[in-house]
């Protein structure tokens, strides 16, 4: 039997960020009415759950993309630190990505992602 | 005997793009006096020699990053699908992470980026 | 008798913002003379007031930018998303605006909008 | 019988770009499997058919931003203002959203939006 | 008498770039009408008029910006570059401001600079 | 005898925040080794000690870009206003430069960086 893209979508978070759905439900659902099903379609059903690349490297490049885009992203890059520890990556290869994005998005992308970083240590 | 950043960047881009140096000083030095040495020095010598995550993550997060940033970066992104392939990332590798930045930098960006990457094939 | 942008723009913010241009001059116009007016003349009298595009419709593609544009906008969104709600656009209207965001600023700036509006709907 | 967000994607794209859907799967999907099924879902079945507010209000906000986040996203700005076109907005309310955005997103921004009005225009 | 700020503009503008506003009032004024008039009264007649600062630091201030805001502003970079020659600047400290950004927008926004003055420069 | 560019970097460092390579090594060198004496190197020993531009100069430059770039570079913004005050550069240089951003950034970037002005003047 298949699985959709949604029911793939919420085998993943499941593993990774359970209550993901939930969360993002109550807080989003009356403003945007299924915003949190969609989110989880497209973002982990859509993607994370694809072939060809493990789910690591997935969510260092992410990290990667979040650091260099900048402050916009911050809570966003401190809940993929957070994935991405929960999927198995060390804190050394994160800060190793985020400093590597001084290159390409500039200094203060780079010094704003290792202090995500410290955060998120902090925090757990 | 210990190398400077700079001769550790000058050993890692020999591998992977000799004549990068060259190239760069010919164009740019006599605007910006040591613009290439010191750009091999830092991008390289500081950041794609270092220990802790493998030349093919690196190259990855970079072309997600890369990805991420939109036009603006369109050259480099382009340098930098042909300098991963030069270490070993695959294709495939480089269509799942591009296209996993529609969820991050937008739709536009991702697929600003598959087209990098069909133009740095068709180049090949 | 013809109204300068000046004059126009002033005439605009009374409808919409009393206060906004002394609550503008006393913050900044000791750091930049006449910046205020130059704002109230720029933004309202030479944008808003223009014909060939209802007020509505341009407050919610000013919501579309400010949230596409991510995190440096933040202040601005909230204070858009409150002149939107002075015009008469609706909430639903701007929480539809803004999530469609996700497909072209990606995940992270349309939910950073949506919190925007939460924000600005606990103040009210 | 309720529709998935794919089967209400593709309809509403069939009215307004039909054979996008195609172009998309002979360009990428060879790259990504199923990235064009993925898009139709995503930004067409996801978001263009959401009750709340009326698609060429939607698409007037879709410029707004593609301006406003620049250059990178230029080649999507064109194909916005043609479905803009398609569903009814004019050249004159496409005009003067994209120069509103000079407020927002700065002059360069909303110049290069007018050169692409422009462009559209003399392709069409 | 006082001059308006659409009047110093237009000061402004004739002795760096005559003609500007006939060029864009023949691109732009059938979209946006005014928009020649507006933005010379803007960018011009309230920016690069003002008192405390000389007009030389300004363009390199601008030069810097649009240099690390990258590839959108690449049109008005140029422009930008021109304008600075012509009220003095040198080559060199437009090599060496735009160098500088690499170290705040990234390296591919500082080589897209450099490129763009090669540009320029092959252009004169 | 020559000095190495770390050198170089330190030397500047000295001059206009002495300590800063210590607060960084404390707070960042454990996660990244080396990092501080990189960025010290980099930033400092590559860039503003350069010839060709006088260091008041490229601090309003610097000032200009991270206004334009927005909210990411927020700390560093304000870092770069106190670095600027430190080498000579007065308040209303500061405004100026950051109030013409206006033009190139948006109104938002321009705001926030007076609000950034305006911090640094309250903390000093």
Redesign the interface.
């Known amino acids: 039997m298949t699985l959709?893209?949604l029911e793939k979508g919420r085998a993943h978070v499941a593993k990774m960020n359970p209550g993901l759905e939930e969360t993002l439900s109550d807080?989003?659902d009356h403003?945007?009415p299924?915003?949190a099903e969609?989110?989880i379609?497209?973002?982990y059903g859509?993607?994370?759950v694809?072939k060809?690349?493990d789910v690591k490297?997935?969510q260092?490049?992410?990290?990667?993309?979040?650091?260099?885009?900048?402050?916009?992203?911050?809570?966003?890059l401190k809940i993929n630190i957070a994935h991405s520890l929960a999927v198995g990556v060390t804190?050394?290869?994160l800060?190793?990505?985020?400093?590597?994005?001084?290159?390409?998005?500039?200094?203060?992308?780079a010094?704003?992602g290792?202090n995500a970083?410290?955060d998120v240590q902090a925090e757990q």
Do not use: F
Request: charged content about 15%.
């Open positions: 959709t893209a807080r989003y403003l945007v299924d915003m969609s989110l379609e497209w973002a859509r993607h994370y694809r060809g690349l490297t997935r260092l490049c992410t990290v990667a993309a979040l650091t260099a885009l900048g402050g916009q992203t911050g809570p966003q804190d050394k290869e800060a190793e990505v985020i400093w590597q994005m001084s290159v390409y998005g500039g200094m203060p992308a010094i704003n290792l970083l410290l």
